[in-house]
């Protein structure tokens, strides 16, 4: 059995840059993150370990110090946790912050905002927060539910399969072809590359394994990419999830992996399939 991995997986530039603000912020004071820093729990246990805590209700933080996720927030959020007498520290991933400014500029120009994203997901909680009328849609159906207004601008979570957001905006052009569609590209580039990786991989393989956190989005939709091109596609958190009898017979084996998820999880994960193979 060969073990291929794809050429890009794991943890993407924004989180590690959150993990890394989070740590040194609670070397100097006790610190707390609003909501989980990323959606992995390898990482989320070794924050804890560092003494960093979780709280996913703004009542009960306790320190003076919150650190907003790399999934960023609302300004009504922001503004809430100052006003409970917090200081703020953003851990926000700089293409979060650019799919946040690509929204407000749409709305401010006249168009009525248009996500692309999975409505219960933080980050498109965040993107939303601050709007008063907005629709957020997934797939065909959400999109034959949309109302016609003269300009429509459509964002997506920066974790959605490109493919999926503009096969959406073609059927919102199609739908309404007198409303002018404002589309700005909001996909982020780590998402696009491990996508991309993760279709060739699955191509290629007899079996693709997909790490990360049973909460993590980007991590799911990597998942359902290759389940379209290979029939024996796993998802698990960690390695101790392995089944010897998922990869028995097979020749090539793939392996990839969600933005959230540390590299040592991963290899992990990799030499217990070289057990498996042995």
Request: overall charge negative; some cysteine; aromatic content about 4%.
């Given at each position: 059995?060969?073990?291929?991995?794809?050429?890009?997986l794991g943890m993407c530039f924004g989180v590690r840059d959150a993990i890394q603000i989070a740590l040194s912020r609670a070397e100097d004071e006790p610190v707390t993150v609003l909501g989980e820093l990323a959606h992995n729990p390898a990482v989320n246990e070794s924050l804890r370990h560092a003494g960093v805590r979780i709280e996913?209700?703004?009542?009960?933080?306790?320190?003076?110090?919150?650190?907003?996720?790399?999934?960023?927030?609302?300004?009504?959020?922001?503004?809430?946790?100052?006003?409970?007498?917090?200081?703020?520290?953003?851990?926000?991933?700089?293409?979060?912050?650019?799919?946040?400014?690509?929204?407000?500029?749409?709305?401010?120009?006249?168009?009525?905002?248009?996500?692309?994203?999975?409505?219960?997901?933080?980050?498109?909680?965040?993107?939303?927060?601050?709007?008063?009328?907005?629709?957020?849609?997934?797939?065909?159906?959400?999109?034959?539910?949309?109302?016609?207004?003269?300009?429509?601008?459509?964002?997506?979570?920066?974790?959605?399969?490109?493919?999926?957001?503009?096969?959406?905006?073609?059927?919102?052009?199609?739908?309404?072809?007198?409303?002018?569609?404002?589309?700005?590209?909001?996909?982020?580039?780590?998402?696009?590359?491990?996508?991309?990786?993760?279709?060739?991989?699955?191509?290629?393989?007899?079996?693709?394994?997909?790490?990360?956190?049973?909460?993590?989005?980007?991590?799911?939709?990597?998942?359902?990419?290759?389940?379209?091109?290979?029939?024996?596609?796993?998802?698990?958190?960690?390695?101790?999830?392995?089944?010897?009898?998922?990869?028995?017979?097979?020749?090539?084996?793939?392996?990839?992996?969600?933005?959230?998820?540390?590299?040592?999880?991963?290899?992990?994960?990799?030499?217990?399939?070289?057990?498996?193979?042995?």
């Amino acid at each position: 059995m060969k073990i291929l991995r794809a050429a890009h997986l794991g943890m993407c530039f924004g989180v590690r840059d959150a993990i890394q603000i989070a740590l040194s912020r609670a070397e100097d004071e006790p610190v707390t993150v609003l909501g989980e820093l990323a959606h992995n729990p390898a990482v989320n246990e070794s924050l804890r370990h560092a003494g960093v805590r979780i709280e996913t209700d703004l009542r009960r933080v306790e320190t003076r110090t919150v650190i907003i996720t790399a999934h960023g927030a609302s300004q009504k959020v922001l503004k809430e946790t100052q006003r409970n007498g917090h200081r703020i520290v953003e851990a926000t991933c700089p293409l979060v912050h650019r799919a946040h400014g690509a929204l407000a500029a749409l709305v401010k120009a006249g168009y009525h905002p248009v996500i692309v994203g999975r409505k219960d997901h933080v980050e498109v909680h965040g993107m939303t927060g601050d709007l008063e009328t907005f629709d957020v849609i997934l797939d065909p159906e959400d999109v034959s539910l949309l109302a016609e207004y003269p300009r429509i601008g459509v964002v997506a979570q920066t974790t959605q399969p490109i493919g999926r957001v503009e096969f959406l905006v073609d059927l919102i052009e199609r739908k309404f072809p007198d409303s002018e569609v404002w589309f700005v590209d909001t996909v982020c580039r780590p998402t696009k590359e491990r996508q991309t990786a993760a279709e060739d991989l699955a191509r290629r393989c007899d079996v693709v394994i997909v790490v990360g956190g049973t909460n993590s989005n980007n991590t799911r939709e990597l998942a359902e990419t290759c389940r379209r091109f290979c029939p024996n596609v796993h998802r698990i958190e960690h390695a101790d999830e392995l089944r010897a009898e998922w990869v028995a017979g097979a020749q090539q084996v793939g392996l990839t992996a969600g933005t959230s998820t540390p590299d040592v999880v991963i290899a992990e994960v990799e030499l217990a399939l070289k057990k498996v193979a042995a």
